[in-house]
């Protein structure tokens, strides 16, 4: 069982365990001998979001690297899927340093291998090993870490025309198309979409304005980005059609989520919906299938076999949806929070600006409005509860919690789901119940986030 990679890499507090320096540098030091013993002079590219502790945390792995013999390159602040980009490009490993969607105080390491896929949970579990082995023993790595630390970040040979690929790359997966009637209002969260987003939709001669572009080190995902859609989706509503629509990141912009003319908000389900109907038409939608998760709404299910497209479901964290994409062969797949997965291309993991061109393509080339592209989504009433819990302890092992969520089940009968599951990436329990009535669905959602309150709540 790994301790310290979660559904989407390391992440923490920085500065404190597991992101204190220490750590960090054993962490660079494990996955440097994990590529050492696996290629001949590797090579590893590694970019950052706008955190101000993005820049140490990037030095001292880059230094973990190559104490192992791995060459590093840095590609500076770039989002999360162009690292994954450009380590399928030319390197054996792609690092981000980021924590997505967290607040400014935490940070994260992930890692992608040469293929630009996310690491396999087994290869984590080795490197994991490794690290603990590290600090078991850590003099030397403790005087080299600290050492990093002591001194003010340095420019960690940042090669600017690595983000130039990749903005080519985004701007050639619309070829074609023509945006230019297209004027949207874009909500960078302060984030790694920011030097990306202005370059790319010029590129593609997409009109466009921006909000939350302004990165301090300290303001990323603060009352902005996918986060807060509202935010976006209110300024284009007061705008009075000046855009046709709104599209907001994440922090390090590995999804995306958007708003209407109007203003109202559109999530990850009906990007599913829109974009699974606009595959099928041209015939790339393999199996007419497409993989959502657990979270997903009935009601894109029910919209999506009207249209004959079967819904699979995995596991919440974009890498399982990716898994079972592979299995079976699907070529779209994500999830309501936003992040969808293209493989009718060469894409290989959820990115927030691909998913924003192929949104605008589907809407140029219909000739039609968001809304009405995804009107027909009866969306059954849903709520999200998140319980705070002091330890993740298998739900089958908390007898009162058993017990409410198959009364609730029971009472459901078909007509709605229940789902519990705990966070990959912080100490939350998360109930989401959906039901036919409001009514209901609030109330069985209390209830079980009640009983874990009491078993294991903080």
Same mark, same amino acid.
């Given at each position: 069982?790994?301790?310290?990679?979660?559904?989407?890499?390391?992440?923490? %507090?920085?500065?404190?365990?597991?992101?204190?320096?220490?750590?960090?540098? *054993?962490?660079?030091?494990?996955?440097? #001998? =994990?590529?050492?013993?696996? =290629?001949?002079? &590797?090579?590893?590219?590694?970019? #950052?979001?706008?955190?101000?502790?993005?820049?140490?945390?990037?030095?001292?792995?880059?230094?973990?690297?190559?104490?192992?013999?791995?060459?590093?390159?840095?590609?500076?602040?770039?989002?999360?899927?162009? %690292?994954?980009? /450009?380590?399928? +490009?030319?390197?054996?490993?792609?690092?981000?340093?980021?924590?997505?969607?967290? &607040?400014?105080?935490?940070?994260?390491?992930?890692?992608?291998?040469?293929?630009?896929?996310?690491?396999?949970?087994?290869?984590?579990?080795?490197?994991?090993?490794?690290?603990?082995?590290?600090?078991?023993?850590?003099?030397?790595?403790?005087?080299?870490?600290?050492?990093?630390?002591?001194?003010?970040?340095?420019?960690?040979?940042?090669? &600017?025309?690595?983000?130039? +690929?990749?903005?080519?790359?985004?701007?050639?997966?619309?070829?074609?198309?023509?945006?230019?009637?297209?004027?949207? /209002?874009?909500?960078?969260?302060?984030?790694?979409?920011?030097?990306?987003?202005?370059?790319?939709?010029?590129?593609?001669?997409?009109?466009?304005?921006?909000?939350?572009?302004? &990165?301090?080190?300290?303001?990323?995902?603060?009352?902005?980005?996918?986060?807060?859609?509202?935010?976006? *989706?209110?300024?284009?509503?007061?705008?009075?059609?000046?855009?046709?629509?709104?599209?907001?990141?994440?922090?390090?912009?590995?999804?995306?989520?958007?708003?209407?003319?109007?203003?109202?908000? %559109?999530?990850?389900?009906?990007?599913?919906?829109?974009?699974?109907?606009?595959?099928?038409?041209?015939?790339?939608?393999?199996?007419?299938?497409?993989? *959502?998760?657990?979270?997903?709404?009935?009601?894109?299910?029910?919209?999506?076999? =009207?249209?004959?497209?079967?819904?699979? @479901?995995?596991?919440?964290?974009?890498?399982?949806?990716?898994?079972?994409?592979?299995?079976?062969?699907?070529? /779209?797949?994500?999830?309501?929070?936003? =992040?969808?997965?293209?493989?009718? $291309?060469?894409?290989?993991? $959820?990115?927030?600006? /691909?998913?924003?061109?192929?949104?605008? @393509?589907?809407?140029?080339?219909?000739?039609?409005?968001?809304?009405?592209?995804?009107?027909?989504?009866?969306?059954?009433? #849903?709520?999200?509860?998140?319980?705070?819990?002091?330890?993740?302890?298998?739900?089958?092992?908390?007898?009162?919690?058993?017990?409410?969520?198959?009364?609730?089940?029971?009472?459901?009968?078909?007509?709605?789901?229940?789902?519990?599951?705990?966070?990959?990436?912080?100490?939350?329990?998360?109930?989401?119940?959906?039901?036919?009535?409001?009514?209901?669905?609030?109330?069985?959602?209390?209830?079980?986030?009640?009983?874990? #309150?009491? *078993?294991?709540?903080?």
């Amino acid at each position: 069982m790994r301790m310290l990679f979660g559904t989407d890499g390391i992440r923490g %507090v920085a500065g404190e365990p597991p992101l204190d320096c220490n750590t960090v540098f *054993a962490v660079g030091v494990a996955l440097g #001998q =994990h590529l050492t013993r696996s =290629h001949r002079n &590797p090579r590893a590219v590694i970019g #950052q979001d706008t955190r101000e502790s993005s820049c140490w945390i990037a030095e001292v792995v880059t230094k973990g690297l190559e104490s192992a013999g791995v060459r590093v390159t840095s590609a500076g602040i770039i989002t999360t899927p162009g %690292v994954a980009f /450009l380590a399928r +490009q030319a390197f054996e490993a792609g690092i981000v340093i980021s924590a997505s969607h967290n &607040p400014w105080t935490d940070n994260g390491i992930k890692v992608f291998g040469h293929d630009g896929y996310k690491l396999s949970d087994e290869v984590e579990e080795q490197i994991e090993e490794s690290i603990f082995k590290l600090l078991h023993g850590r003099s030397q790595e403790s005087t080299v870490a600290s050492a990093a630390m002591s001194k003010a970040p340095e420019s960690v040979g940042t090669h &600017p025309e690595l983000l130039s +690929q990749y903005v080519d790359w985004l701007s050639q997966q619309v070829r074609g198309a023509d945006l230019s009637g297209l004027t949207v /209002l874009v909500d960078c969260a302060n984030g790694a979409a920011t030097p990306v987003a202005h370059r790319v939709f010029q590129a593609c001669r997409i009109r466009a304005d921006y909000l939350h572009d302004t &990165p301090n080190g300290r303001n990323i995902n603060e009352a902005s980005g996918a986060l807060h859609p509202e935010v976006v *989706a209110a300024v284009v509503s007061a705008a009075n059609g000046k855009y046709d629509l709104g599209v907001t990141f994440d922090g390090d912009a590995d999804r995306a989520l958007f708003c209407d003319a109007a203003g109202r908000v %559109v999530n990850g389900d009906a990007v599913l919906l829109l974009a699974g109907r606009e595959m099928q038409s041209r015939g790339t939608l393999k199996g007419n299938a497409i993989v *959502a998760t657990t979270m997903s709404n009935m009601g894109l299910e029910v919209a999506l076999k =009207h249209s004959g497209i079967r819904m699979l @479901r995995a596991p919440v964290g974009d890498k399982y949806v990716l898994e079972q994409m592979h299995s079976t062969g699907a070529t /779209l797949g994500g999830e309501q929070s936003g =992040h969808i997965i293209f493989r009718d $291309g060469d894409a290989t993991t $959820g990115d927030g600006l /691909l998913t924003a061109l192929r949104v605008m @393509r589907a809407v140029a080339a219909c000739g039609k409005p968001l809304s009405e592209l995804v009107a027909d989504l009866r969306v059954f009433p #849903q709520v999200i509860r998140n319980v705070r819990v002091r330890e993740k302890k298998p739900l089958d092992q908390l007898s009162e919690v058993s017990t409410v969520i198959r009364q609730a089940e029971s009472e459901l009968n078909g007509s709605g789901r229940v789902v519990v599951r705990y966070s990959g990436t912080e100490a939350l329990a998360r109930v989401m119940v959906e039901a036919e009535s409001e009514e209901k669905m609030k109330r069985l959602t209390e209830a079980i986030a009640g009983a874990i #309150q009491k *078993a294991i709540g903080v």
